[in-house]
T-cell receptor, first 110, second 113 residues
Framework: AAGVIQSPRHLIKEKRETATLKCYPI?????VYWYQQGPGQDPQFLIS???????DKGSIPDRFSAQQFSDYHSELNMSSLELGDSALYFC?????????FGPGTRLTVL | EDKVVQSPLSLVVHEGDTVTLNCSYE??????LLWYKQEKKAPTFLFML????IEKKSGRLSSILDKKELFSILNITATQTGDSAIYLC?????????????FGQGTELSVKP
């Protein structure tokens, strides 16, 4: 069965650089969620989209922005990267109740 | 403030043991409670519970929700080394409140041979 696809899987950036993370939800899933998981931490909700509109916003820094496109894929744009942004970034997709997670993008900021 | 609390935070058992993981929550706009297994990668979906008292079962794993007392348990019987992982409990918000998940801290289970 098709799963959530995220790219890239690993990303290394320097401080103050910009990063773009991509998420391709499971086909026919209309909702995408982004989560950030720091080392040894539980996933923290960042932002979500339903039918290409932002549906909820969590603890997402102003330096981050996201959108969902007409094909339902989503991109998380992160600017002015800081060391503390190093984390695993998960995308999850849903068509109702369950959320299925992608493999994550491991971002390292040097 | 909404929160999800899991206990214990870590657990070491031997193969064949039975374990019970706990999850309690205080969440407004509750819609569902979900259990995930995380092994150094993405959380893998195990169960979603929306109704009290109805046990969900998958092989050696089972889970039940008590919406009156606001907790859930995840049972694993006849544990195997492959069960070693972090087990995350998450509460899902009502869809009209965004549907996001908030997670507990996780229980790190280690199953020794």
């Amino acid at each position: 069965a098709a799963g959530v696809i995220q790219s890239p899987r690993h990303l290394i950036k320097e401080k103050r650089e910009t990063a773009t993370l991509k998420c391709y939800p499971i086909p026919r899933h209309d909702t995408v969620y982004w989560y950030q998981q720091g080392p040894g931490q539980d996933p923290q909700f960042l932002i979500s989209f339903y039918e290409k509109m932002q549906s909820d916003k969590g603890s997402i820094p102003d330096r981050f922005s996201a959108q969902q496109f007409s094909d339902y894929h989503s991109e998380l744009n992160m600017s002015s990267l800081e060391l503390g942004d190093s984390a695993l970034y998960f995308c999850a997709s849903s068509s109702g109740y369950e959320q299925f997670f992608g493999p994550g993008t491991r971002l390292t900021v040097l | 403030e909404d929160k999800v609390v899991q206990s214990p935070l870590s657990l070491v058992v031997h193969e064949g043991d039975t374990v019970t993981l706990n999850c309690s929550y205080e969440v407004t706009n509750f819609r569902s409670l979900l259990w995930y297994k995380q092994e150094k990668k993405a959380p893998t979906f195990l169960f979603m519970l929306t109704s009290s008292g109805i046990e969900k079962k998958s092989g050696r794993l089972s889970s039940i929700l008590d919406k009156k007392e606001l907790f859930s348990i995840l049972n694993i019987t006849a544990t195997q080394t492959g069960d070693s992982a972090i087990y995350l409990c998450a509460v899902g918000y009502l869809y009209n409140q965004g549907g996001k998940l908030i997670f507990g801290q996780g229980t790190e289970l280690s199953v020794k041979p």
